[in-house]
């Protein structure tokens, strides 16, 4: 890779801010200052600014936890999406949603550039999980934990996979539901299927790794490499 794509990359900057480390001779590569942008770095290359040693990363894979009203998508006209929460930290990142929330929704959304992997976790194959803690406008019955358990047939004849459907409250109105496919506001349509209304709905869990519970609405964090091998694992 380039000396000025690799600061780029690393250091979060533009090509053209790299150009100034560059010429200012704050960039050493194995310890000597190197102000040649198209200097080709080797594997065992130690490249550092200011005598800090840089760190490349191939993707990047960031936990957000969404707020209502912000929707799932990289850009949006009319709205704020789940990339405009991050700002400027990763300009020459293109991040985006691996999976969707609806706008009224909350809670974990993964951000990353790594099309591959989002491709793996989607795919229906894999069948990584996804968990939701659901508030109901009626209580949950027998039927529906039947229902779901068997493959919820919604009301256009789309068969679903089956899924786990389970009370949080004495009441039965705060549900926790474990899906392991991905359609088009599926929660509320299978629930529709038996007359329940949804009034909120919080993402938990992707596979095995649970949203952090010290970020707050809008905040974000990166994932540890552990942390991306937890998604996979249930």
Not at 127 to 132: E, G, L, N, P
Request: hydrophobic share 35%; net charge negative.
């Amino acid at each position: 890779m380039r000396l000025d794509k690799y600061l780029a990359e690393t250091a979060q900057c533009t090509r053209s801010e790299a150009k100034t480390l560059l010429q200012k001779g704050r960039v050493t590569v194995n310890g000597a200052v190197c102000k040649k942008g198209d200097t080709q770095l080797k594997d065992s290359d130690t490249v550092a600014v200011d005598g800090q040693p840089l760190a490349y990363q191939q993707f990047v894979y960031l936990m957000l936890n969404k707020p209502e009203g912000v929707v799932s998508a990289s850009t949006d006209k009319r709205d704020t999406t789940v990339v405009d929460l991050i700002g400027d930290a990763y300009p020459r990142r293109e991040l985006f949603p691996a999976g969707r929330l609806d706008k009224t929704s909350t809670g974990f959304v993964l951000l990353t550039d790594d099309g591959g992997f989002a491709h793996d976790i989607l795919a229906p194959k894999r069948h990584v999980s996804k968990t939701y803690t659901v508030t109901l406008d009626t209580p949950l019955t027998e039927e529906m934990r039947q229902g779901f358990a068997e493959g919820v047939t919604l009301a256009d004849g789309t068969a679903l996979s089956p899924a786990e459907v389970s009370a949080l409250s004495e009441d039965g109105l705060v549900v926790r539901v474990v899906l392991k496919q991905g359609v088009y506001h599926q929660i509320k349509r299978m629930f529709g299927v038996y007359g329940a209304g949804v009034n909120g709905l919080h993402r938990d869990a992707i596979g095995g790794l649970e949203l952090d519970k010290t970020l707050a609405p809008g905040q974000w964090r990166e994932l540890t490499a552990a942390e991306v091998a937890e998604i996979t694992t249930k």
